[in-house]
């Protein structure tokens, strides 16, 4: 399987999230998160391939005190 697949990729990641406070130190968080790899995906395949991901996340989260 190595054979065919990179191990070890250059690539750019991105995290964008805004907090809306809710009671009693709670917040809920979406995010927007994106990875994309700069650098070739498959060894001797004919074409370019590259990845891209995006991700649409929802996170709640609390306040420590």
Not at 36 to 49: G, M, Q, R, S
């Given at each position: 399987?190595?054979?065919?697949?990179?191990?070890?990729?250059?690539?750019?990641?991105?995290?964008?999230?805004y907090l809306f406070r809710l009671p009693n130190s709670y917040f809920i968080?979406?995010?927007?998160?994106?990875?994309?790899?700069?650098?070739?995906?498959?060894?001797?395949?004919?074409?370019?391939?590259?990845?891209?991901?995006?991700?649409?996340?929802?996170?709640?989260?609390?306040?420590?005190?």
């Amino acid at each position: 399987m190595n054979e065919y697949f990179k191990i070890k990729d250059i690539c750019r990641q991105g995290l964008i999230k805004y907090l809306f406070r809710l009671p009693n130190s709670y917040f809920i968080s979406p995010q927007y998160s994106f990875y994309y790899v700069l650098t070739n995906e498959f060894v001797d395949f004919p074409e370019e391939i590259k990845s891209m991901r995006h991700y649409f996340c929802i996170g709640v989260e609390k306040r420590l005190k």
